[in-house]
C-alpha cells in the first residue's frame, strides 16, 4: 500500500460547482499535512497547510482526520482557473523526506 | 526575492553525453532534494541531502549523482545520459522541522535522444 494515496481523477465539473478531494495516508506518525497546486508543466506550489482543527482560505477548505488517516481539500464555487493537479504532501516525524501523492487532477470546464 | 533557482530550464543530450543540473536557494534551507516527475508518475525522489556535505539516496538514485558543496547550492549529475532519463527534474528546499512546506524550482526539462 503507497504512503499517501489520491484518486487521480480527472475531476471534470462545472463552472460554479463544489468539488472534494481525499488524500489517505497510512503511516500514523504523520505530523503535517499539506495541500500542494501543479499547473501543467509548471512547479508544485503550496496551496494551504492542513491544521488538525481544518482551516479556510476563501473558496478552499482543508480538513484533517487523524482517526481514520485521510485528509481532505473542498473547493467551492470552481473557476476555470482553478484547474490543476492537486497534490497531498505528508511529513512524518523522524524523517526528512515530504511524501508527494500523485495528484488528483481537476478539470473545470465552462 | 529568487526563492529556489534551476539552470538549465531546457537541455537536449545526445545518449551518452553528460551534464549537471545545478539548484540554487536563497532561503537559509538545511534540506534539498531533487526530483523526476514523468506524466502518470508522480514525483519520485533521485536524491536529497539534510545539510552542508550531505547527500543520500532516494526512491530513484541509480545513473545519478549529486552534491552540496554550498548550503545554498544542489548539484544533480548525469554521467552518462540515458533516453530513460527523460524527464522534468525539479528542485525543492525546505526549512528543518516536520511542519516545514517545501518550495520548488520552476523545473528542468531534459530530453535525452
Known amino acids: 500500500r503507497k504512503e499517501v494515496e489520491q484518486d487521480p481523477g480527472p475531476f471534470n465539473v462545472p463552472e460554479g460547482a463544489t468539488v472534494a478531494f481525499n488524500c489517505t495516508y497510512s503511516n500514523s506518525a504523520s505530523q503535517s499535512f499539506f495541500w500542494y497546486r501543479q499547473d501543467c508543466r509548471k512547479e508544485p506550489k503550496l496551496l494551504m497547510s492542513v491544521y488538525s482543527s481544518g482551516n479556510e482560505d476563501g473558496r478552499f477548505t482543508a480538513q484533517l482526520n487523524r482517526a481514520s488517516q485521510y485528509i481532505s481539500l473542498l473547493i467551492r464555487d470552481s473557476k476555470l482557473s482553478d484547474s490543476a493537479t492537486y497534490l497531498c504532501?505528508?511529513?512524518?516525524?523522524?524523517?526528512?523526506?515530504?511524501?508527494f501523492g500523485r495528484g488528483t487532477s481537476l478539470i473545470v470546464h465552462p | 526575492n529568487a526563492g529556489v533557482t534551476q539552470t538549465p530550464k531546457f537541455r537536449v543530450l545526445k545518449t551518452g553525453q553528460s551534464m549537471t543540473l545545478l539548484c540554487a536557494q536563497d532561503m537559509n534551507h538545511e534540506y534539498m532534494y531533487w526530483y523526476r516527475q514523468d506524466p502518470g508518475m508522480g514525483l519520485r525522489l533521485i536524491h536529497y541531502s539534510v545539510g552542508e556535505g550531505t547527500t543520500a539516496k532516494g526512491e530513484v538514485p541509480d545513473g545519478y549523482n549529486v552534491s552540496r558543496l554550498k548550503k545554498q547550492n544542489f548539484l544533480l549529475g548525469l554521467e552518462s545520459a540515458a533516453p530513460s532519463q527523460t524527464s522534468v527534474y525539479f528542485c525543492?528546499?525546505?526549512?528543518?522541522?516536520?511542519?516545514?512546506?517545501?518550495?520548488f524550482g520552476q523545473g528542468t526539462r531534459l530530453t535525452v535522444v
Open positions: 525543492a528546499s525546505r526549512m528543518t522541522g516536520y511542519a516545514t512546506e517545501a518550495f
Open positions: 504532501v505528508v511529513n512524518r516525524g523522524g524523517s526528512y523526506i515530504p511524501t
